[in-house]
């Protein structure tokens, strides 16, 4: 009897259907990131912390530009496109058409970012080297990326709002492919000189990876002057405004803070920050890559229905707190061996910055899903509320935990935005949809945070063997947790086990 009633739980909340797709695309994304990671490994070798410097402030600069000029059509295509395949009275036809408005506009919206890059090369060189302009040519060659990147983001919200996840799932795994057997010649072959035409080749590379996809499913249309497409994609790009003003500032948040760190220190610190940054992501992207692909366009279908709204953001949540917290613990402990054993002892500051930012994707796990809510409805005025919040409060903490405490304070400064994010949204999710974090989610919190308390203090008091087994304790106990809730909400451990 009892396992009926845990099934039905189950069934009811979702819990199955999260996992299954966390499972599809966590596992696609630890591809990904094994790949991934053996080219920043051999990167890390060829350039170095000044090297990898370089890389980040060129990829801050092409994103900051990109999601000025994409008017964030990667977000409201995928929903206008989601709303029309579920919409039982909409034709394939409709369907196809809205795919072809997409089209159309995000091919303006990349010549448009192309050629404001070019132009604004100048002042980017300026900008990122303290008024040094021996890159502009540098950045002017950076100009198709750019263009690349904005069309490469409309196909792949052609994929997510068709529901096309297989296909998604294939582009992020051969878009890791790409990114090594690209970057790596280039850089082994040219070094320093190496790294513009890298990035451009990847740029190149990862928009024919998604465009190889999307034309199979969908065969590429645009009609870049006809009144009526323009008219009807203005309804799109309305939606997408405040987000573009929201990647504005989620591109300018990290360009400040590398930029300073660059002005104030050197370009090796700025590359320990990329690479602890990019560690950290990895880690994320286990358990967080199924939202944009599945569990968006899924809220984004209910977003009219307030109670099933709740539900699915409330399952969401749990499930993800209850993946991310052992991993959390895991990742913080074994982080030393990391600069040691794969990247170079240059690259150990980046240790004491990860371990306290790594913190806070518990509390991203617990934020993520409710900041949806107001993505799904299309109010995109209270996304960028919760965006303006955000990243003010990320790049004022981060500098200023730089400028007290090095690379130490960067991590504080990372864990104490997270933690003010979830607040802030839980509390703009409440007021504005009335949404409540579930019974269930306390107690997560509640059991898992301790851990990560404890935790820190471990690596920062521990050395030697009481560091591992103290840490190897933390992890056994909140692994432990996790796999108690799997066992009660989800089927999951009884067919594993029959497997």
């Known amino acids: 009897m009892k396992q009926e009633q845990d099934s039905e739980v189950a069934k009811d909340s979702g819990y199955n259907g999260i996992l299954k797709y966390t499972g599809i695309f966590g596992g696609v994304q630890g591809l990904v990131s094994l790949i991934t990671m053996v080219k920043v490994v051999i990167v890390s070798k060829l350039l170095g912390p000044i090297g990898v410097g370089l890389v980040d402030v060129y990829n801050r600069s092409i994103e900051l530009v990109k999601k000025s000029t994409d008017l964030g059509i990667s977000y409201s295509a995928v929903q206008s496109i989601s709303e029309k395949r579920d919409d039982a009275n909409s034709s394939s036809d409709s369907m196809l058409y809205a795919v ?12 448009a970012g192309t050629l404001l890059f070019f132009f604004l090369s100048p002042l980017l060189s300026r900008w990122s080297f303290d008024g040094d302009e021996t890159y502009i040519n540098m950045f002017r060659m950076l100009s198709l990326a750019v263009g690349c990147s904005s069309l490469m983001g409309g196909e792949l919200a052609v994929l997510k709002g ?36 890298s990035l451009l080749l990847t740029a ?8 190889w996809h999307s034309f199979k499913v969908f065969p590429y249309r645009v009609s870049l ?54 560690l950290i992501s990895y880690l994320s992207m286990l358990v967080f ?19 099933r709204s709740n539900v699915l953001v409330n399952a969401q949540v749990e499930m993800l707190a209850v993946l991310i ?46 900041a949806y809510l107001s993505l799904s409805k299309g109010e995109s005025s209270i996304f960028l509320l919760q965006e303006v919040l955000s990243y003010t409060v990320m790049a004022a903490a981060m500098i200023f935990g730089f400028h007290r405490m090095g690379m130490v304070g960067l991590g504080l400064g990372i864990l104490v935005s997270n933690l ?7 509390c703009i999710a409440a007021i ?61 451990l009884r067919r594993f086990s029959k497997r």
């Not at 939202?291 to 307030?306: E, G, H, I, Q, T």
């Not at 308390?453 to 190897?472: E, I, K, P």
């Open 100 to 111: 072809k408005v997409v089209r159309s506009w995000s091919l303006w919206l990349a010549m």
């Open 204 to 211: 190149i590379g990862l928009l024919a990876t998604a465009c």
């Open 162 to 197: 068709a529901r096309m996840l297989g296909r998604v799932a294939w582009f992020q795994l051969l878009s890791a492919a790409v990114m090594l057997v690209v970057a790596v010649p280039c850089y082994y072959l040219w070094g320093y000189a190496g790294i513009v035409p």
């Open 325 to 370: 917290s052992p991993m959390i613990i895991c990742f913080a402990v074994c982080l030393p061996l990391v600069p040691r054993y794969v990247f170079d002892e240059s690259f150990m500051p980046l240790v004491d910055m990860a371990q306290w930012a790594v913190v806070g994707l518990f509390f991203k796990a617990l934020m993520l899903p409710p």
């Open 420 to 426: 003010f994010d979830c607040i802030s949204v839980w």
């Open 432 to 492: 504005r949809y009335g949404f409540r974090y579930s019974r269930r989610v306390w107690g997560i919190g509640v059991t898992q945070l301790p851990m990560m308390v404890l935790m820190l203090v471990v690596v920062r008091l521990c050395s030697g063997w009481c560091y591992f087994l103290f840490g190897a304790t933390l992890v056994l106990v909140s692994t432990l947790s996790s796999l108690h809730f799997l066992r009660r909400h989800t089927d999951f």
């Open 225 to 278: 002057f006809s009144k009526r497409i323009i008219a009807d994609g203005v309804y799109i790009i309305r939606q997408g405004f405040n987000y573009t003003l929201a990647g504005f500032l989620n591109s300018g948040a990290y360009y400040l803070v590398s930029i300073y760190v660059l002005n104030k220190a050197d370009a090796g610190d700025v590359g320990c920050y990329s690479y602890g940054n990019l």
């Open 289 to 307: 890559a199924a939202l944009d692909s599945d569990f968006f366009p899924r809220l984004s279908a209910v977003n009219k229905n307030k109670v």
